[in-house]
């Protein structure tokens, strides 16, 4: 039976918190002072301390460390006026668990404590992922040691050494515009990389971006503009989404690289390409070539070397590596300290089906960081949304960000996207207006961003 140590010069308190949790079946010690409690503490091992703010020979976050040391780091759990709430901080700084306000809500107070007592089982057994915070990691680390993800990093050592085109396949979140990434670095570290989205702009913008204009081309023209095959020099050039390509550009394309020369929108003058071909989607291409939307000829163009990644439900040796890797980086975005992972918290995220892949395991760590307080991941942490008629609010996902950080132009968009999405109450229609989008795009980024579930 475990034991809890109630302390708190209050009786009324503590008479009701013993009643309680005797009916629960715990065994119940109190206390009036800290000097009481100290003694009781060291005699009882209580598996929970229910501690009071201010006591009349001490106040109660001074207690914390040494209570914690001598009942073999019981979890404590703070009771406080709502007045207080700058102390609170500071109490949870100083070790507390969690802490209840007065007057005490019964039931918040058994969630609270239900939950210090999980935590306390599970840091007693030793069998939980530990993230190693010191381990020398690089951003763009791509990690799996499932067999077919080992055979690729063997693929693109060996693509890389090369120039030639390389299509990446895989499901949506599966890591391909990633693997564009390393590809490139490992092949022109120090050349431009260039990506563009096929399917986030309309057919005539695209052409223009990919090949670029001439002064005058067109209404608006007022400058010649450089293409995307220009800018990426001799470095990569990365064609993402390249299923969702027009017929139109897929010809123009075609002849692109059957020629290896680009001619600007409005323009004669032929530019060679020198920039390696990098292309990614999610679709699969043979099936559009038989569907008669995508080009037979380009397609076989492109598939020479083609790269395949596997969804993760498919490889879920993975996850443990994956959510080591991901807590790390998420650690450090978010200066949270998410360190351990319990066994049988693990062994659910492995079976998971993961419709949107790594994206959406790190979407869900993230959302674990930020409802989390200690080190420890917790399944109530990881439960999923249940869906509702209505879209749901978004979940709050806005991380602390270092002042001087430049934020990336995804995190801008996402904020941007989300406080929209919210301000329309989940409006598709309105928000799509307001953004200037149309909805399919809509649809893709608020996907990207794990703003709403795949399946929903
Ligand atoms: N094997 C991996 N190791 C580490 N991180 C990974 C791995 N695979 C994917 N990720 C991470 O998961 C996220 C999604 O990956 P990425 O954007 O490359 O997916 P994608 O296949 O391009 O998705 P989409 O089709 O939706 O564009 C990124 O944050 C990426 O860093
Ligand atoms: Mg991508």
């Known amino acids: 039976m475990d034991r809890i140590l109630i302390v708190d010069d209050d009786r009324s308190i503590r008479e009701l918190l013993s009643m309680h949790l ?29 501690l009071d703010m201010r006591l009349p020979d001490a106040s109660g976050i001074d207690l914390i460390p040494e209570l914690k040391k001598r ?22 700084k100083a070790g507390a668990f969690d802490y209840i306000h007065k007057p005490i809500d019964i039931q918040a107070f058994d969630v609270a404590l239900d939950r210090a007592l999980e935590v306390r089982r599970l840091s007693k057994g030793t069998d939980y992922l530990s993230v190693e915070g010191n381990r020398a990691f690089k951003m763009d680390d791509i990690v799996g040691t499932s067999p077919p993800m080992q055979q690729l990093f063997k693929d693109v050592g060996r693509v890389a050494a090369s120039r030639t085109m390389v299509l990446i396949q895989g499901e949506s979140g599966t890591g391909k515009e990633l693997i564009a990434r390393v590809i490139h670095s490992y092949s022109a570290p120090q050349k431009p990389f260039i990506a563009i ?16 204009h001439e002064k005058g081309a067109f209404t ?36 692109a690289l059957q020629e290896r020369e680009v001619e600007r929108v409005g323009g004669v003058r032929r530019i060679p390409i020198k920039a390696r071909i990098l ?56 200066h949270k300290n998410l360190r351990r992972v319990p066994r049988e918290v ?18 869900v760590l993230t959302r674990a960081a930020v409802l989390s307080q200690g080190d420890m991941l917790l399944e109530e942490h990881l439960l999923e949304q249940k869906p509702s008629s209505r879209p749901p609010a978004l979940p709050p996902i806005e991380a602390p960000r270092d002042d001087d950080r430049i934020l990336t132009l995804d995190e801008v968009e996402r904020d941007h996207i989300s406080r929209v999405w919210n301000m329309t109450g989940g409006h598709k ?27 929903s």
């Open 22 to 50: 005797e009916e629960r079946g715990f065994g119940v010690d109190s206390a009036a002072t800290g000097a009481e409690g100290f003694a009781i503490a060291e005699k009882s091992t209580p598996a929970a301390i229910v």
């Open 71 to 92: 009942a073999a780091e019981a979890p404590v759990l703070m009771i406080t006026a709502h007045h207080d709430m700058a102390t609170t901080i500071l109490a949870m």
């Open 197 to 212: 989205n096929c399917s986030a702009i309309v057919d005539t913008l695209l052409e223009s971006e990919l090949f670029g």
């Open 220 to 255: 608006g023209a007022v400058q010649a503009k450089l293409g995307k095959f220009e800018l990426a020099e001799d470095g990569s050039i990365f064609l993402d989404e390249i299923g969702e390509l027009s017929q139109n550009l897929q010809a123009k394309l075609l002849r």
């Open 279 to 334: 292309a990614a989607t999610n679709r699969d291409l043979f099936e559009e070539v038989k569907a008669g939307r995508f080009r037979e000829d380009l397609y076989q163009r492109l598939k020479v070397v083609t790269l395949s990644l596997p969804p993760l439900r498919d490889r879920p040796e993975d996850v443990p590596i994956l959510v080591e890797h991901l807590l790390m980086k998420i650690n450090q975005r978010l």
């Open 346 to 363: 693990l062994e659910k995220l492995q079976k998971r089906a993961w419709p949107g892949n790594v994206r959406e395991l790190e979407n």
């Open 429 to 455: 229609g309105k928000t799509c207006q307001i953004l200037g989008i149309s909805r399919p795009t809509l649809e893709r980024k608020l996907h990207k961003y794990g703003l709403i579930r795949t399946d």
